[in-house]
């Protein structure tokens, strides 16, 4: 049986080093086994928009913190009702190079 391709997630954010995301996923990707690679990487504001252009498309998905959660709102392709509601993201999903905000 073929290996399965390992897709890359991760966290977004400025700053970022502080945050407890990558372990806790790593550890809950190991655990489950799963072809996933999660890590941090750290965006500046003014990056946001080439970031969500960009990189962003070769990721399977990645979750937002601060300070990004509303100017995320306004870059991806598509918003699922709740973030809609509330006008912000902590979510995104690439679906096919589609940028869904959750």
């Known amino acids: ?35 996933f690679r999660y890590r941090a990487i750290r965006v500046k504001p003014e990056g946001l928009k080439d970031f969500m252009r960009g990189k962003a498309k070769g990721l399977a998905g990645f ?20 973030a809609q509601l509330i006008g912000a993201v902590n979510t995104v999903l690439n679906k096919n190079g589609e ?3 959750f």
Do not use: C, Y
Request: glycine residues 4%; charged residues 15%; hydrophobic residues 50%.
């Open 99 to 101: 940028l869904i905000g």
């Open 1 to 35: 049986m073929p290996a399965k391709k390992i897709q890359q997630l991760a966290v977004i954010g400025d700053p970022i080093s502080h945050s407890l995301s990558p372990a806790m996923q790593t550890a809950a990707i190991q655990r489950l086994k799963a072809p």
């Open 63 to 82: 979750n937002i913190t601060i300070p990004h959660k509303e100017a995320a709102a306004t870059l991806v392709d598509r918003l699922a009702f709740e």
